[in-house]
């Protein structure tokens, strides 16, 4: 089974299991949802590529390489099953560009690391609890600022290779597991950046850089563990 079709059968599992017909055990955390906010923290780690529009002539190469992201969690409840969200954080991320000019054989590669400042407001709606477990949707935007956005070459100043601000939906599932002492989220979640982030360097060194690419589009997936308080 691929990964994709992989994902989806869990997707699908998640939301079907409430429907089964389920032993009633004990409930932890009985006023954890009626309670107006919560708050907690967020583990995770993250893919993030782009989409890349080359120009005729050229071809270009991506490798995507995994990096991790930190969050803090602010929690409002808006209704019985609907609460919005805001999880400040920091993303660290870096992938391998090459691009080859297919007429003159002339090949370069850019590893460009990128440190976000990510600012994520999200609608979270989840299922009927269903004894210690409650699946849920989670859709929202969050503007993301670029602090590094540059080729990486070790202690030296790097030139940046890509604009600082994008704008990003974000869509995901996730399920909460409530424990004795805490709620536990396991969250799977896609965004996809709006703005054409491509950036021309003046440095010579960036020549087939510039000449090979029209426009670039950041996406993200990025799977997350949540820890949230409670009384």
């Not at 055990?25 to 993250?46: C, E, L, R, W």
């Not at 993303?91 to 391998?96: E, G, I, L, S």
């Not at 202690?155 to 709620?183: I, R």
């Given at each position: ?48 590529g782009f989409t890349i529009i080359p120009k005729d002539g050229y071809h270009l190469d991506l490798v995507q390489n995994p990096g991790i992201n930190i969050n803090l969690i602010t929690d409002y409840r ?41 600012l994520p407001i999200l609608f979270k709606y989840r299922s009927a609890r269903v004894n210690n477990y409650a699946p849920y949707l989670i859709a929202g935007i969050s503007p993301r600022f670029d602090l ?84």
């Open positions: 089974m691929s990964a994709p079709k992989g994902i989806i059968l869990v997707i699908l599992l998640s939301f079907s299991l409430p429907v089964l017909p389920q032993k009633s055990i004990p409930k932890n955390m009985i006023m954890a949802d009626t309670q107006t906010f919560h708050f907690g923290y967020s583990v995770g780690i993250n893919t993030t808006l209704g019985k099953f609907l609460d919005i969200r805001f999880l400040p954080g920091i993303q660290f991320a870096q992938r391998d560009l090459t691009v080859t000019n297919k007429l003159t054989a002339e090949t370069k590669k850019w590893p460009i690391e990128s440190v976000f400042v990510d590094t956005r540059a080729e990486i070459v070790g202690w030296k100043p790097a030139t940046p290779m890509l604009k600082s601000f994008d704008f990003y939906p974000e869509l995901g599932v996730g399920v909460d597991f409530y424990l004795s002492m805490a709620k536990v989220a396991v969250e799977l979640k896609f965004a996809v950046g709006m703005l054409d982030i491509f950036l021309e360097p003046a440095d010579p060194l960036f020549n087939l850089y510039v000449s090979g690419i029209d426009k670039i589009y950041s996406r993200m997936v990025i799977l997350a563990f949540h820890v949230e308080q409670s009384r």
